[in-house]
């Protein structure tokens, strides 16, 4: 794997330049000023008002499965900060998926995508997967694109969108362009109204209350070193960047995964990788034993650690001040067609 990743190639900036576009402007006015993390966009989806639209729409519809019956929005649920409270997923034959799934909040600040491969650097190559996963099945795409890309071309809603969102083409749907809409949409899915974005990036140092503040202080301590792996703004970025490439198909591989966003656990429950955590308290005391069995492959970081029970309140206090109701109910990235706009344009 390559050790650097572009933010923004050289020929997006003079697009955007040339259209008088700002890339990030779609973004950046909804992420507080302190925040440094870097942005990455994938420079072949530029983003604009109307693949969004489209995108969101796609999300939330039962057709983007080959029996429709599930949606993106069937895993990825707002309620649930875009998870759906299940261990596993459940795909369009009943399958379940092969981990939990992650919220979907906060992409543009992430560099690595999906549990257990390194090679996917953006949402836009990730959306292969539940699309075209064929073992086991998510939405059931694989040899059935044509059939399925037939029930967008014969809505005239969709039919609308599609040559708003991608205008000048013949023939605007396509696999591609669902996939730069979807992914358009998810990419706004935005998530700074924390209890500890108030007090880190606003300065309003009333409001995490002692309890949150120590569990802070613990969080960034020497003989716990949670920070050394979650850290930067969506707290799932470790202090060691440059990793080889890899991928649980491998025996070397097992029991390595992606470190996972801390943000929302409130509402994102259950946790780790396969979602066997119920509970935050069994998290902490997973690592307190020394992370979870099998111990191959175990990062040295993970050595295990002692706390009190006044310690662990204050830990999971501190992980729960990191939750962001607003993003449960914004409208913005809300079921468009619980609105009722587009029911006229409904097809069999």
Same mark, same amino acid.
């Given at each position: 794997?390559?050790?650097?990743?572009?933010?923004?190639?050289?020929?997006?900036?003079?697009?955007?330049?040339?259209?008088?576009?700002?890339?990030?402007?779609?973004?950046?006015?909804l992420? &507080?000023?302190?925040?440094?993390?870097?942005?990455?966009?994938?420079?072949?989806?530029?983003p604009?008002?109307?693949?969004?639209?489209?995108?969101r729409?796609?999300?939330?519809?039962?057709?983007?499965?080959?029996?429709?019956?599930?949606?993106?929005?069937?895993?990825?649920?707002?309620?649930?900060?875009?998870?759906?409270?299940?261990?596993?997923?459940?795909?369009?034959?009943?399958?379940?998926?092969?981990h939990?799934?992650?919220?979907?909040i906060?992409?543009?600040?992430?560099?690595?995508?999906?549990?257990?491969?390194?090679?996917?650097?953006?949402?836009?190559?990730?959306?292969?997967? &539940?699309?075209?996963?064929? $073992?086991?099945?998510?939405?059931?795409w694989?040899?059935?694109?044509?059939?399925?890309?037939?029930?967008?071309?014969a809505?005239?809603?969709?039919?609308?969108?599609?040559?708003?969102?991608? &205008?000048?083409?013949?023939?605007?749907?396509?696999v591609?362009n669902i996939?730069?809409?979807?992914?358009?949409?998810?990419?706004?899915?935005?998530?700074?109204?924390s209890?500890?974005?108030?007090?880190?990036?606003?300065?309003?140092?009333n409001?995490?209350n002692?309890?949150?503040?120590?569990?802070?202080?613990?969080?960034?301590?020497?003989?716990?070193?949670?920070?050394?792996?979650?850290?930067?703004v969506?707290?799932?970025?470790p202090?060691?960047?440059?990793?080889?490439?890899?991928?649980t198909?491998?025996?070397?591989?097992?029991?390595?995964f992606?470190?996972?966003?801390?943000?929302?656990l409130a509402?994102?429950a259950?946790?780790?990788?396969?979602?066997?955590?119920?509970?935050?308290?069994?998290?902490?005391?997973?690592?307190?034993?020394?992370?979870?069995?099998?111990?191959?492959?175990?990062h040295?970081?993970?050595?295990?650690?002692?706390?009190?029970? $006044?310690?662990?309140?204050?830990?999971l206090s501190?992980?729960?001040?990191?939750?962001?109701?607003?993003?449960?109910k914004?409208?913005?990235?809300?079921?468009?067609?619980?609105?009722?706009?587009?029911?006229?344009?409904?097809?069999?």
């Amino acid at each position: 794997m390559k050790k650097w990743i572009p933010i923004l190639s050289l020929f997006f900036i003079l697009a955007c330049h040339k259209t008088r576009k700002d890339p990030f402007s779609f973004y950046r006015h909804l992420v &507080p000023a302190r925040v440094k993390d870097s942005i990455y966009l994938n420079a072949s989806n530029p983003p604009s008002a109307e693949k969004i639209k489209l995108g969101r729409y796609l999300f939330y519809d039962n057709r983007i499965s080959v029996n429709n019956t599930k949606a993106c929005a069937s895993c990825h649920d707002p309620k649930f900060s875009f998870t759906d409270s299940y261990r596993r997923s459940i795909g369009a034959y009943g399958d379940l998926t092969e981990h939990n799934a992650p919220p979907l909040i906060n992409l543009i600040f992430n560099r690595y995508f999906t549990a257990a491969d390194t090679a996917l650097h953006f949402p836009e190559q990730q959306i292969n997967n &539940p699309m075209f996963h064929d $073992q086991p099945v998510e939405l059931g795409w694989k040899r059935n694109e044509e059939e399925m890309l037939k029930r967008f071309r014969a809505n005239t809603f969709y039919g609308q969108q599609f040559k708003l969102a991608f &205008p000048g083409e013949k023939d605007p749907v396509s696999v591609k362009n669902i996939q730069q809409s979807i992914t358009s949409f998810i990419k706004t899915i935005l998530s700074f109204q924390s209890a500890y974005d108030d007090y880190f990036y606003r300065d309003k140092k009333n409001a995490l209350n002692e309890s949150a503040v120590r569990g802070m202080q613990l969080f960034q301590s020497s003989g716990l070193k949670c920070g050394q792996c979650h850290g930067g703004v969506n707290f799932n970025q470790p202090v060691f960047q440059s990793l080889p490439h890899f991928t649980t198909g491998l025996s070397v591989d097992s029991a390595k995964f992606k470190v996972p966003t801390l943000r929302n656990l409130a509402f994102t429950a259950p946790y780790l990788h396969d979602g066997s955590a119920e509970t935050l308290l069994r998290v902490i005391e997973l690592y307190e034993a020394g992370g979870q069995a099998p111990v191959n492959n175990k990062h040295p970081f993970i050595k295990g650690f002692k706390l009190n029970s $006044q310690e662990r309140n204050d830990l999971l206090s501190f992980l729960l001040s990191l939750s962001d109701s607003s993003v449960l109910k914004n409208p913005e990235y809300a079921d468009p067609f619980s609105e009722g706009e587009t029911k006229k344009y409904q097809t069999p």
